[in-house]
C-alpha cells in the first residue's frame, strides 16, 4: 500500500508539472494574439491592445517563423521578462524593446529581448538562424509601429555574452556604426552579403541559450524606411 501511494502521489506530481508547462507554453504561443495584429482584417484590434496596455509599441515579425508578437517597453528592462502583453504574470514574459531605446526607431540600433522557449515559442526560432540555409531563406521580416510597416532585412547571426557592450550597445552613436557592424562580422557564424545605407537603422532580436551562463542568441538585422 506505502508503494502504491508513492506511485500515486509521483504520478500526481507529473500530471500537475505537464499540466503547467502547457499553460507556460500556452500563455506564449503567437496564435494567442492573432486577433490583435496589425496585419489582420480586423484593423481596430492593435488599438484595443494598446488600451490594455500603453506600452505596447506595435508589432514584430519574422516570416515563416513562429516570431510574430506585439512588443512592450517598459522604463527598465526587468518588467516584462516574467509579464505578458497585457501586464499580468507570465513565466513566458513578453517580446520588448531596450529601455533606452527611442519608441519612434531613431537610433542607430534597437535591441529586441524575449525567452527563448521550447515549442518554439517567443524567441526560440532564433537558435534555427545559426544555419547558413535557414538564415538565407528566412531573412524577411516586418516591424510595425506608429502606424507603418517597415521592412526588416536580416544578415547576421552570432553567439554573444548579455555583457558584451560591443553587441549590446542602445546608444550607438552614428560615428561609431561601421565599427559595431565590422565586429558583427567578424562575430558572426552565419552572414548573408547585404548593402547597409546610412539611412536605414540597425536592429538585434536576442535570446538567452542554454550552453552558458550568460549566452545569447543574437539576430541582426537592418530595417528600412517605411512601405
Not at 503547467?20 to 506564449?28: E, K, L, M, T
Not at 517567443?122 to 509601429?145: P, V
Amino acid at each position: 500500500m506505502m508503494m502504491l501511494a508513492i506511485f500515486l502521489l509521483f504520478l500526481g506530481y507529473s500530471i500537475y508539472v505537464i499540466q503547467d508547462f502547457s499553460r507556460i507554453y500556452a500563455a506564449a504561443d503567437f496564435h494567442q494574439y492573432e486577433e490583435y495584429s496589425p496585419q489582420s482584417s480586423q484593423n481596430p484590434a492593435f488599438e484595443e491592445l494598446t488600451e490594455k496596455n500603453e506600452e505596447v509599441l506595435g508589432w514584430i515579425t519574422v516570416y515563416d517563423t513562429h516570431i510574430d508578437y506585439p512588443f512592450v517597453q517598459a522604463e527598465d528592462n526587468e518588467k516584462y521578462v516574467n509579464t505578458d502583453i497585457e501586464g499580468n504574470y507570465s513565466l513566458g514574459g513578453s517580446i520588448f524593446l531596450d529601455c533606452s531605446n527611442q519608441k519612434n526607431f531613431s537610433d542607430e540600433l534597437s535591441i529586441f529581448y524575449g525567452h527563448h522557449m521550447a515549442k518554439r515559442t517567443m524567441f526560440g526560432d532564433i537558435e534555427e538562424f545559426q544555419r547558413q540555409e535557414y538564415l538565407d531563406t528566412h531573412a524577411e521580416g516586418n516591424l510595425y509601429y506608429e502606424g507603418e510597416n517597415h521592412e526588416i532585412e536580416f544578415f547576421a547571426f552570432l553567439k554573444a555574452d548579455a555583457y558584451d557592450y560591443k553587441i549590446y550597445n542602445p546608444v550607438l552613436k552614428k560615428e561609431d556604426r561601421e565599427a559595431y557592424l565590422q565586429n558583427i562580422y567578424k562575430q558572426a557564424s552565419c552572414m548573408r552579403q547585404i548593402e547597409i545605407s546610412e539611412e536605414e537603422h540597425l536592429i538585434i532580436l536576442s535570446t538567452c541559450t542554454s550552453e552558458t551562463t550568460n549566452g545569447r542568441y543574437v539576430l541582426v538585422g537592418k530595417v528600412a524606411a517605411e512601405k
